[in-house]
């Protein structure tokens, strides 16, 4: 095991919050990216099992997670290393097979995509079981959705545990709505009810007459954050360890005039031509997404399979960042198939965590904090929540801006987080005049959506 992860021993604000765990049955724990909310939450565990007070906790978490980080935190950890875990994955029959299990070990985690499958599964196992001794959610935006099917499915059973704990750094990634669903799992509905409608309606009134938007009443944002407060530790960032300055640079580009004005044809009329291909969008929501793509540098025609060259503008950027750094490791974030097919015929086999099996995906970890790997590849909404990056390299690039603030900021957590030591550098590549700016403007501005939306139209 690599030096970084010996001899190491808990914070004090950790220690506070595993305190604060051990004595509820319902929590939250919020604390900023790269905290360490896991070991806190096992720390808490392994002390109600040696207490007799519980046997057993189900994790859910981000896939990756879920897959790497958790059985590693059990594993780096000298108070922990006694807990026994496994992780649900493979087959069906396979996920079955362990889940039976589970009285056997302390700790027993799964993937949140996993999640209504796993409902089903527990739907005939008793209650007096060690599976419904304690449920830890991890990352709980994960389940914001009040009309998402895995948080409908988890809300249903909350109440089965015996202890729900949630942890997260982002509690409220859009707005105070966004707390509801994972409250209503962790608390089993004790502090605002299960039902959401009717709490969205004495906090929010609708900003448009669809009901798209909700804007919150006088007042309301107050009284919610004081209800939540009842329930979380929150651990300021003034408790972290300080870390190296976090330098953004935004490197905005000019596509061609030809390039351009086929863009423009795309966002007005949802219709546009390169060489001999002809290309529609079937509505404004997918011309976005072709928009995007044209600021990348291709478009898809019939597939993802069916990539149509559109300039190469953004890959050279890459190639002189990459050619700049000399050799220092590189961690490239991309949003389409083809970016990383196109990054792949740059550099040729540029690893992925984005499509490796959990068993790959510990080696890539492993080998990119070893520094062994010159670049790695991700895409945000795989690898965004919870990875320890940040003892292989401090410099991350984006072909392009995210769509998502929260996906942005867990992603770059993942290098810049405690046990960082050198300065990070977080390069952008933005075509001047795109949907780049308005995705720019959502996740570094903080616009939000119609607003984003509004100023991208009026520069066209």
């Known amino acids: 095991m690599n030096a970084p992860f010996l001899a190491r021993v808990l914070r004090s604000y950790q220690q506070r919050a595993a305190t604060y765990l051990y004595e509820r049955d319902a929590a939250f724990l919020i604390a900023p990216l790269g905290a360490g909310k896991g070991a806190a939450a096992l720390t808490a565990l392994a002390e109600l099992i040696r207490d007799k007070h519980r046997r057993h906790a189900l994790v859910i978490a981000p896939k990756l997670v879920a897959t790497t980080v958790w059985p ?20 069906p029959e396979q996920r079955r097979a362990l889940l039976t299990t589970a009285a056997t070990r302390e700790v027993t985690v799964i993937g949140v995509d996993l999640a209504p499958w796993l409902v089903g599964e527990l739907a005939t196992v008793a209650d007096d079981h060690p599976l419904f001794d304690m449920l830890i959610v991890d990352e709980t935006s994960r389940f914001k959705d009040p009309s998402g099917k895995r948080a409908r499915a988890l809300a249903k059973i909350a109440g089965r545990f015996q202890t729900r704990w949630g942890l997260t750094g982002t509690p409220r990634p859009n707005s105070s709505r966004d707390l509801f669903m994972p409250t209503a799992i962790i608390t089993d509905g004790a502090l605002w009810g299960r039902a959401f409608v009717p709490w ?31 329930v979380a530790m929150t651990v300021a960032d003034d408790d972290m360890p300080d870390l190296p300055p976090l330098n953004v640079v935004v490197t905005p580009l000019r596509l ?71 050799g220092e490791p590189l961690l490239i974030a991309y949003e389409f198939v083809e970016d990383l097919r196109t990054i792949r015929r740059a550099f040729a086999n ?29 895409h945000p909404a795989s690898a965004g929540h919870g990875l320890n990056l940040q003892f292989g390299g401090s410099r991350m690039a984006w072909l392009s801006p ?13 290098i810049y987080r405690p046990g960082q030591t050198r ?17 720019r403007d959502r996740v570094i501005g903080k616009m939000d959506a119609q607003e984003a939306f509004k100023h991208h139209l009026e520069q066209i």
């Open 72 to 91: 590693q935190e059990v594993a780096s950890w000298p108070h922990l290393q006694h807990l026994r875990v496994a992780v649900l994955d493979g087959s």
């Open 200 to 230: 969205q309606k004495r906090h929010f009134r609708p900003r448009d007459p669809f009901g798209r938007e909700w804007v919150a009443l006088p007042g309301a944002e107050e009284k919610i954050a004081a209800d939540f407060g009842t």
């Open 256 to 326: 061609p005039d030809a390039v351009m004005a086929t863009y423009r044809g795309m966002a007005r009329e949802l219709f546009a031509t390169f060489g001999e291909r002809s290309i529609e969008a079937a509505s404004p929501l997918i011309a976005i997404g072709k928009l995007s793509q044209i600021s990348n540098g291709f478009i898809y025609g019939t597939g993802n399979d069916d990539a149509v060259p559109v300039h190469d503008l953004k890959i050279e950027w890459l190639r002189e960042l990459v050619e700049a750094l000399q």
């Open 350 to 378: 540029v690893p992925t965590l984005s499509d490796a099996t959990p068993k790959e995906a510990a080696r890539l970890i492993a080998a990119w904090n070893a520094g062994a790997l010159p670049l790695l590849a991700f």
């Open 402 to 414: 995210s769509w998502s603030a929260e996906l942005t900021e867990q992603a770059i957590a993942r």
């Open 423 to 439: 300065h990070v550098t977080i390069h952008i590549c933005v075509a001047a005049g795109t949907v780049d700016e308005m995705k």
